[in-house]
């Protein structure tokens, strides 16, 4: 199995900025994509930004100059910096890591989110 633990998420006043960490931990030979995505109260779930394990980056539109993700590959770990942060940030933020087990077997996991809000 394999556990995401997300954090960094918090309270911040619009134009503000937060950093989320997520760290994975467990069974799998290696992490191939970690990525963002987020889930607002009345909304569905949606790409914030991924990030390979070679160092590409995709991000969705609403993140794009804003937000930068990163890998630490030796830590397991992927952040989200967030600057500018606007009151349609707000959501809960989910961490997901496609890991590779066996050689070639994919598998992808979810951690439980952690919470963003923005005042306006």
């Known amino acids: 199995q394999v556990q995401l633990v997300e954090s960094g998420g918090g309270l911040v006043q619009a134009g503000g900025s937060l950093r989320l960490s997520c760290v994975a931990s467990?069974?799998?030979?290696?992490?191939?994509?970690m990525g963002w995505y987020r889930q607002a109260p009345d909304g569905q779930r949606e790409l914030v930004a991924t990030?390979?394990?070679?160092?590409?980056?995709n991000y969705a539109d609403s993140a794009k100059g804003r937000f930068a993700i990163s890998r630490d590959n030796a830590k397991n770990t992927v952040y989200l910096q967030m600057n500018s942060l606007k009151p349609e940030d707000t959501a809960v933020y989910y961490c997901?890591?496609?890991?590779?087990?066996?050689?070639?077997?994919?598998?992808?996991?979810w951690g439980q989110g952690t919470q963003v809000t923005v005042s306006s």
């Open positions: 467990g069974s799998f030979d290696r992490i191939n994509d």
């Open positions: 997901k890591a496609i890991v590779i087990r066996g050689g070639h077997y994919q598998f992808q996991y």
């Open positions: 990030g390979t394990s070679g160092g590409s980056a």
